[in-house]
């Protein structure tokens, strides 16, 4: 069984950064690539934004990822700015569609698997405690991350039974398609976490104790240098709200 | 047989699973929202089909607090995706509501659960905020859709739209949590997993 | 010492599984085995030990256990956790973390120990247990016996005094095997309680002192290895137990009289950039049952799903019957029967189910098919509450009647007893001469009760491919 693309690799990982910059990261992605929020300075600064996933991804070694994410980043780019000229109608409102929406989707979900794909459980849990957040929203955070990669494997397990067995999308299953991917997707995967349930508390998760955590994250140069980045955004922010 | 209240690890980590696999599905189904007619069906989809996992959880809830988290953790999610700060609030408000209500049937009764997770579902409509307090911006942040999807967009959801999309998300839910409860009956019971 | 008394136990909504009236005492050092068939409760007695039942699996109890003093029945499971360590069969499911340490030290976190007294416990377990050159990796790339080492570590961090293992070699090779024998062994030494639950038994005789066996909830009885080992094999077949003796299993498979052939060319893949598969040619006689070994990681998995036409960059090719198959031809052709059979059990009836994807003209067909698989008593029962060996046989049924010729098992008697692994071995002998079976497995005994041919594949080559 290949490894899913969504674990972290903890082997020759290249650039570390600490858990809670990459969620300040991707945050700001959520907040001004997708959400355009922050007043005409900070959108012309969009392009810088959109440039960082493909420098993580690289510092994370993560060269395949990076390499589709810059060629597909940029070809919808462009694309958005030359169909603009020279296409009309249906096509052109296709088209157009179709680059800007994914120039814009594209960078959040890069961030989105560059934080998953480099973060190991227990550095993410790690990094909860450190934010002081309550037991009772870490340990179901920490198995849902856990437990995201298992959903997916499951789900391609069953899209590969499905195809054997000829299932198609439309046809005479169309209405019925919702019902075979959703129940054994939902049977397997309650199964799994029912036996994950039966290991993890069988080593005392969920105690009354307070965790401890032997992973080793905190801030390092690398984080204070895209920390003071991230905020450049929010101060132009309020000077524009301001007026200034 | 344990009789306590508490919420314990068995407990967080259910939440931990089946928040997992809602959010895997309302993920596949939110990708629907780019085609823009689509993204008012929002509130009929998600919670029709969020109805299914959402009732698989309920059978496993019994305690007071375990729909309250499960709302905030699918409202962080919702956050960190790019919905916006408003249904990870709304998240916290109505997944209360529904707690509340649930517990008003003691975790067990068929209609109180029904009921809760059409409460529950109220917080879809923190998705949609932004595009009713800041209308011009909304758009104006969405330009690069083509124009098309603006007007077309524009078009649907006019201030009129506010009730229906609340209303939806509620009935769907309703029908979502039967649609769920139907699926228990059929498959997940016989399976062996409730 | 661990004792039970008078415990019965019923599932909140099932009725296997559940146990009447058992009373036990285990004293401290003691290495117990426990087995029996499936569902006869076995599986049972190890949840009571480590808790789980009542605090994780509901239902009605009665009686109490006591473990080193501790009353499990009342006491939460993290109190528990302390005293009794618990090793689990599937390495999909019994990992928290990604990386090796950070599993390690996941009970000692749970226990709010300090960070650098979860060190210094690492250092001791991963010395004791030889697995220094472990640490710091992706659980998920080790292989099988590296990931129950690290399960076993991760549980030994914790020091408990009593260890219980359920079926700890479902999914292992034999190699790994003789892995977690010497962990288990260590322990031992060590003057742990350890009390085993499996199917397996041939690695346990020189570990256990006790053997304890179980039949419908009850002890069907109770000895010591010694006289375990006197019993003959029939005595223990008897019982639904595999042998005791790995060497006694061989056995002599029936004619076989293929004489087309069936031939793979090309079955090259790499992932990566790293080539995980290169079989340029092999011929395979149609109407074999070829069995697929290797070590976990060898490439058995690929090979397999290259086969089946599931990997959309290969490039190779089947000849069948004159005719060249190519990846999306494979689709139609081929079958597998998945280790965890859910995935592909879609429809709410049997009948329903062996029907979806059917070949039409193979409509009339569908009574006799269900009726030589045993499976029309439960046409009408829902795919999912049937037995793992009706569902396997539902999945075959499915795949004979949409006209599948190769047909593909991936260790179909993982976590079998000897009744059912020998019910699937025979199954498979019945495909003999109809359809070409591939079964990627570990089982020594299901090779010899049915296989015609071995193919050993190590590091994605043809290592052997023997007629047996």
Redesign the interface.
Known sequence: ????IL?????DRGLVLDPRTKILLLLNMAIFVLGSAGGGRVQALTPLFCAMPAVLLLSAKKW?TAITYIILFSVSYVGYAVFGDITTGFLHYFLLSCCGILARFLPSIMMGGYLVSTT???EFTAAMLKMKLSEKIIIPLSVMF?FFP?VFD?AA??N????????HLGGK?AG?IL??RI??LM??CV???E?????????????????????NIGFKVQDFIFITVSIVPYVLWILDIVGI | ??NDNKI???DLINIGIYAAIYCVIMTCIAMLGYIPIMMPLLAVFCPLIGGIPMMLFYTKTKKFGMITIMSVIIGIYLWVTGMGIYPAIFGVVFGFLADLVAKSGGYKSFAKTVLSYGVMCLMIFGNYLPLFIDREGYFASREKFGQEYVDTLGGIMQNWMIPVLIIASFVFGVLGALLGKALLK??F????I? | MIEIKNVSFRHE??DEGSIHDITLTIPDGQCVLLCGESGSGKTTITRLI???I???Y?GE?HGEVIANGLNVTKS???E???K???V?Q?P???????????EL???????????AD??SR?DKVTAEMNIKSLM???I??LSGGEKQKIACG??SA?QPEIMVLDEPTSNLDLNAIEELKETVQKWKQSGKTIIIAEHRLYWLREICDRVICTQNGRIEFDMTMEEFKSLSDEERNAYGLRPLFAENAVQTVGNFSGTDILTLNNFSFS??KKEVLNIPKLEIPVGSIVAVTGHNGAGK??FS?CL???EKRFKGTVLLNGETLKSRQL??K???V?Q?V?????C?TVEEEVQ??MNEENAGKVQKILEELDLDGFAQR?P??LSGGQKQRTAIA?AML?DKEILLFDEPTSGLDFKHMEQTAKLLSSLKNKKTVFVATHDPELISRCCTHILRIENGVIDEFTSR
Request: glycine share 10%.
């Open positions: 069984m290949g490894r899913s674990q972290a690799s903890v082997t395949r190991t459980v227990s856990r298992t499951e397990s069953i590969a039974a499905m195809k054997m067995r000829g299932i299953n019925k019902e075979y129940v054994p049977t397997c199964k799994i976490g036996e994950l349930s039966a290991a993890a508390l069988t080593r005392g998760l969920g105690g009354e104790v307070r965790r401890t955590n032997i992973c | 047989m344990n314990k690890g068995k059929k498959h019971i016989k399976a062996g409730v | 909504n099932a480590n808790g789980l009542p605090h994780y509901e109890m939460e499971l993290y528990t956790a302390k009794v360590g618990s689990f599937n999909r499911s019994q990992f928290f973390c990604v990386d090796t340490t950070s030290a996941f009970g000692c976190e749970n226990m709010g120990l300090p960070e979860i060190l690492i710091g990796q992706n998920f790339e991760s549980v914790l992932y990566d998995s690929t799903r089946c036409g599931l689709l139609k081929c079958y597998m998945m965890d859910n995935h592909q059990l879609f709410e979806l994807g829902h999912m509450s499915s949409a």
